[in-house]
């Protein structure tokens, strides 16, 4: 081996060592996290890789009309061309980017039957009452129209007066929760991570420093996210 390539290959070394020695640092020898913003300092937060993941399996879904909360970045990356109207609500009216601006659970925010996919990503732990919310969306789509809705399971909770942080979620309690508003041979429920995936998600760790391949095997008793697709 060329000197080059011994220097190359002791790069590497030193990199996945500092990547498992940050990790190992945040969950065994520290009571501090290695970030308080989910890892967005550092990375890509472990969440944000199973919600890629999500929206990427059903993008087919994501066309016609469709509404997003907040902006339209998932609708551009997964719909792109297909999504021939877009939507953006946001309780915010400061939001220059909204084109709906109100409560999602106020019946008079959303028209009816009105949009072919909505994505609702991390959204329901803020809303205390989650059933009118998906209510109200459901109300909202056209028939065969797909809502594509993640929630938080296990997870850093952010900090602070008035941020509204009410829930996080189980694969059970969010088929529950669409079964009231969906029929039930039309939602598809899952759960994603597991402990390693968990632990890293707490400190904070992206998913630069860590091998993806240790956040895809699921454990059903540590969801990082559950995911559902519900078709009106």
Not at 13 to 22: I, P, T, V
Not at 57 to 67: E, N, Y
Not at 173 to 186: Q, S, T
Request: hydrophobic share 45%; with cysteine; proline share 6%.
């Amino acid at each position: 081996m060329t000197p080059l390539a011994l220097a190359r290959a002791a790069k590497r070394r030193l990199q996945r060592f500092r990547g498992k020695a940050a990790l190992a640092v945040g969950r065994v020898a520290s009571s501090e996290p290695l970030s308080v913003h989910y890892g967005y300092d550092r990375g890509t937060p472990v969440d944000r890789y199973y919600i890629d993941a999500f929206l990427a399996k059903h993008a087919r879904d994501i066309r016609g009309s469709v509404l997003e909360v907040g902006d339209s970045a998932y609708s551009t990356r997964f719909g792109g061309k297909d999504v021939a109207e877009q939507h953006v609500l946001d309780v915010d009216p400061g939001n220059s980017g909204a084109t709906i601006v109100g409560d999602v659970c106020d019946p008079a925010v959303l028209p009816s039957a009105a949009f072919d996919c909505i994505i609702f990503t991390q959204t329901l732990h803020v809303l205390y009452d989650m059933r009118a919310a998906l209510v109200q969306l459901r109300r909202s789509l056209k028939p065969g129209g797909v809502l594509l809705v993640t929630a938080p399971g296990i997870t850093p909770v952010r900090p602070g007066p008035g941020y509204g942080w009410y829930w996080s979620l189980t694969g059970e309690a969010l088929g529950r929760l669409l079964g009231e508003c969906f029929d039930e041979g039309k939602i598809d429920v899952a759960v994603q991570g597991n402990l390693f995936a968990a632990t890293a998600f707490l400190h904070g760790a992206a998913v630069e420093e860590i091998r993806p391949r240790k956040l895809e095997r699921v454990d059903l008793a540590y969801p990082v996210l559950v995911t559902g697709r519900a078709v009106a």
